[in-house]
């Protein structure tokens, strides 16, 4: 029998099962935790966290009055708005793209938002949901159970994440088959040209590359001055200004960038948020996405690991649509029924189900 091209797909289950990572309707309660936190930390500078935090708390009450406002009669009504942190994202975005404002037929550089926030005051929602997005993320733990899915893992497989964490690149990193050189489709250039610089002396090239469709923690977006003087738009970080290490301990011999005072700024890395509405702004992500067709065109076998297809995800339909027909498709859910449905509904057909990851791992 010949090689079996393998291809994992990961969701936000993946990151629950290995290390607590958050599922999408605990995102926001895990941001006012961090929240209380950062109200808690003793720091020398003002941590204008606290009030980024206020401030979109409030904003997401206004929301959530707007839209329960025709329910009024009514008591005890509630909307489950703050469960679903794609919508918001979704709704900003759609709100920042609203039609032109008009005056005798001439367009006037403001957007018809059809809810009651400024632009500018959308796109600071935009940016204080992902600091808080990539503060509940920075410090996730990977259990046994990671490092067991990173032992079956082989040179050959395909690995396609839609998680922004880094768990499972530490533990392959651990399991000695990942490196950030070389470890990433469509990333390959370093903040620091240095770093790239040391890994390729010491022949520290990565046995396989990730697909991650929504971008990584670790990635840092360049300014507009950088790309000037560079044919990329995004680099590979090594920092962590969270920590004040590495994101790879161990694997630099300089010393990490530090904050004296503590960093207790914001975050916008390299990564395409949770939206509905794709935005391929930069190349990256199109030769990201590009690969990742390609490989799912070629898979005999797919492993969807912890990746729900909520019907108004199309992005991830129109991937599963290019799969082969007698792929072999292997479910791990811990709530499959539904998620079967979705795709049988669509023509695919599970071959395999399992409810957790240790009982398919049990099986390697």
Avoid at 111 to 131: D, N, R, V, Y
Wanted: with cysteine; aromatic share 10%.
């Amino acid at each position: 029998m010949g090689n079996i091209n393998r291809t994992f797909l990961l969701g936000a289950g993946f990151s629950k099962a290995v290390a607590e990572g958050p599922l999408m309707k605990e995102i926001c309660s895990r941001m006012k935790e961090r929240y209380e936190q950062e109200k808690n930390r003793k720091t020398s500078v003002d941590n204008l966290r606290i009030q980024w935090f206020e401030d979109l708390d409030s904003k997401l009450n206004k929301l959530e009055s707007l839209l329960t406002n025709r329910f009024k009669r009514y008591d005890n009504i509630r909307v489950q708005l703050r469960e679903n942190v794609e919508y918001i994202f979704t709704l900003i975005d759609l709100s920042l793209s609203a039609p032109q404002i008009e005056k005798n037929g001439s367009p006037v550089s403001y957007p018809a938002i059809p809810i009651p926030f400024s632009k500018s005051e959308l796109e600071g929602m935009k940016t204080h949901l992902q600091t808080f997005l990539y503060l509940i993320l920075i410090n996730l733990k990977g259990s046994h159970l990671a490092n067991k899915f990173a032992s079956i893992i082989k040179p050959s497989d395909e690995i396609i994440t839609f998680n922004y964490d880094l768990v499972l690149e530490k533990a392959l990193f651990s399991a000695g088959i990942w490196f950030p050189l070389g470890g990433y489709v469509g990333v390959s250039e370093f903040e620091q040209d240095e770093d790239k610089k040391y890994l390729e002396k010491r022949k520290k090239y990565s046995k396989l590359r990730i697909h991650k469709m929504h971008g990584s923690i670790n990635l840092r977006r360049l300014d507009k001055l950088e790309r000037l003087r560079k044919d990329h738009d995004i680099v590979i970080v090594m920092d962590n200004l969270e920590t004040q290490g590495f994101h790879f301990d161990g694997l630099l011999d300089r010393k990490p960038v530090k904050v004296k005072q503590g960093y207790v700024g914001g975050h916008e890395p390299g990564w395409m948020l949770p939206s509905f509405i794709k935005l391929f702004e930069r190349k990256e992500f199109y030769e990201i996405w590009q690969s990742a067709i390609k490989v799912m065109s070629e898979t005999d076998e797919l492993v969807i690991i912890g990746y729900s297809f909520r019907p108004e995800d199309s992005s991830s339909f129109l991937l599963l649509s290019t799969l082969p027909q007698k792929c072999n498709i292997v479910l791990v859910d811990r709530c499959p029924k539904e998620i079967k449905e979705r795709l049988e509904n669509k023509g695919l057909k599970i071959a395999r189900i399992f409810i957790s990851l240790e009982d398919y791992l049990s099986e390697k």
